[in-house]
Nanobody, 127 residues
């Protein structure tokens, strides 16, 4: 069983930065890849970024590459999402998910491959 808790959301002006954290509790965190998704009101939950076990591979959504960076610290059972140059259209609830032993980082772009989810953290980008 893995429990995930996101933090670090808030209100930021366009062009600003935020760093989100996803803290995991439970056993065997190192066996999980972790991904970030976001969901705006009335829209589908969309893939943002993912990182495999040990941080060997990462993947990013088409709209965030070059501005967002995902990283993990297994000693703290935490995954981070550094978000720079934020845009108003990126206002959403951001969720982290855990995917048990992902084979390929590309598979982590699919929401259905995740076994566990956090409750989300709100990110609001003002124009």
């Amino acid at each position: 069983q893995v429990e995930l808790k996101e933090s670090g959301g808030g209100l930021v002006q366009a062009g600003g930065s935020l760093r989100l954290s996803c803290v995991a509790s439970g056993v065997a965190f190192q066996e999980y890849g972790v991904g970030w998704f976001r969901q705006a009101p009335g829209k589908e939950r969309e893939f943002v970024a993912a990182i495999t076990r040990g941080g060997s591979s990462t993947a990013y959504g088409d709209s965030v590459g070059g501005r967002f960076t995902i990283s993990r610290d297994d000693s703290k059972t935490t995954v981070y999402l550094q978000m720079n140059s934020l845009k108003p259209e990126e206002t959403a609830v951001y969720y982290c998910g855990a995917d048990y032993r992902p084979i390929f980082v590309g598979n982590m772009k699919t929401r259905g491959n995740y076994e566990y989810w956090g409750q989300g953290t709100q990110v609001t980008v003002s124009s």
